[in-house]
């Protein structure tokens, strides 16, 4: 239906309860995304990529530089959703 926020409210992957305990920066990094204004932030596939959905560039573009000065990420990207219409 184009929701975004129901979209990130759906979110889940069930390999972060056993992933996040084992390394506890994948779980600062999604705090520190929603923090910064991310809807959700959530693990990829097995963990070698934590994404979040945000609702706006500034608000990602502040997530991925505060990502870069607080934590040993040493690439932080901000991307857009593929086949969006933009008004």
């Given at each position: 239906?184009?929701?975004?926020?129901k979209?990130?409210a759906?979110m889940?992957?069930?390999?972060?309860?056993v992933m996040?305990p084992e390394?506890?920066?994948l779980?600062r990094?999604k705090e520190?995304m929603r923090?910064?204004?991310?809807l959700?932030?959530m693990?990829?596939?097995?963990?070698?990529?934590?994404?979040?959905?945000?609702?706006?560039?500034?608000?990602?573009k502040?997530a991925a530089?505060?990502?870069?000065?607080?934590t040993?990420?040493k690439?932080?990207?901000v991307t857009?959703?593929?086949?969006?219409?933009?008004?």
């Open positions: 239906a184009g929701d975004l926020y979209v990130a759906g889940g992957n069930v390999l972060e309860q996040l390394y506890p920066v779980g990094i520190i923090e910064a204004g991310a959700n932030a693990m990829s596939g097995s963990g070698p990529t934590v994404f979040g959905i945000f609702d706006s560039r500034g608000k990602a502040a530089a505060r990502l870069k000065r607080q040993p990420v690439q932080a990207y857009n959703v593929h086949n969006v219409r933009r008004k």
